[in-house]
């Protein structure tokens, strides 16, 4: 697995600061030398916190839809019993349920532990009042990933590949959704890397949006000012949008970028 790739396992790097009680390694290019089912910290979101972070209309339910870093969230299980067209990919998915269950069980605790001693860069209020309501609302999208996994997988709903190269032909989605991964470990990830995975989302989807734009300290990312310019420049067109959705103080933004051709209504 190459270090210059985004092809690291994006859960693994989930809600820990370097100050948190998993450290990330210091050296950009070994990030993807964290990926193992030893370091992989799985954390899911639920379909309606999708809808939510990414501005999902109806309209925008009924298109081919591809998920990036979604780890074990419920958006595609719960999509799917909708009756939406929805693929995620993930290398957690290299993982068979036992094994990324197994982790949860590991690891939910060591993420509440740590959340709490952080609880002042979040936002508790809604259906997130407490860090105990935080465990139950992401322990119910992890075990409707779960119960949906397996069955998943054999039907192609589930895809277990990197960002920086998606295993799909040009324009086989419509629109490819980046979540918690991109801007928020802007300080693990370099602009460079941020910019291929935009472009490879954009290659095989024509439009995709990412969410947030803060970094995990819940300060604005470094690179979205400059990855902005970088992206006009290769005539893709974006915009910043402010979402429904904030539980990181100040994670109330996404980007949406269009490749070439491709802007909004297109």
Request: aromatic fraction near 10%; charge should be negative.
């Amino acid at each position: 697995m190459s270090g210059s790739s985004l092809s690291v396992s994006f859960v693994a790097l989930v809600a820990f600061s370097r100050r948190g009680p998993f450290r990330f390694p210091k050296d950009r290019v070994n990030l993807a030398l964290m990926y193992s089912p030893q370091n992989v910290v799985p954390w899911g979101r639920s379909f309606q916190q999708y809808r939510q972070m990414f501005a999902l209309s109806d309209d925008d339910l009924g298109r081919r839809i591809l998920g990036c870093a979604d780890g074990p969230a419920s958006f595609n299980a719960e999509l799917t019993q909708k009756g939406g067209r929805v693929v995620s990919c993930d290398p957690l998915y290299e993982l068979d349920a036992q094994r990324i269950s197994d982790r949860i069980d590991e690891t939910y605790e060591q993420v509440l532990a740590w959340t709490r001693q952080n609880r002042e860069r979040y936002v508790w209020t809604g259906e997130i009042s407490s860090v105990a309501e935080l465990g139950r609302v992401r322990l119910e999208a992890m075990q409707l990933f779960l119960d949906d996994y397996e069955a998943g997988r054999v039907q192609g709903r589930y895809v277990a590949d990197g960002l920086s190269n998606l295993p799909f032909a040009d324009s086989s989605f419509d629109l490819a959704i980046c979540s918690h991964f991109l801007f928020l470990y802007s300080e693990q990830v370099s602009e460079a890397l941020h910019f291929a995975g935009i472009r490879e989302m954009c290659r095989v989807a024509g439009e995709c949006r990412v969410f947030p734009l803060v970094e995990v300290g819940s300060i604005p990312s470094r690179h979205v000012d400059p990855l902005l310019a970088r992206l006009e420049d290769a005539g893709m067109a974006t915009s910043v949008e402010r979402v429904e959705y904030e539980f990181q103080k100040g994670g109330n933004e996404m980007l949406r970028v269009f490749a070439p051709g491709r802007q909004s209504g297109q």
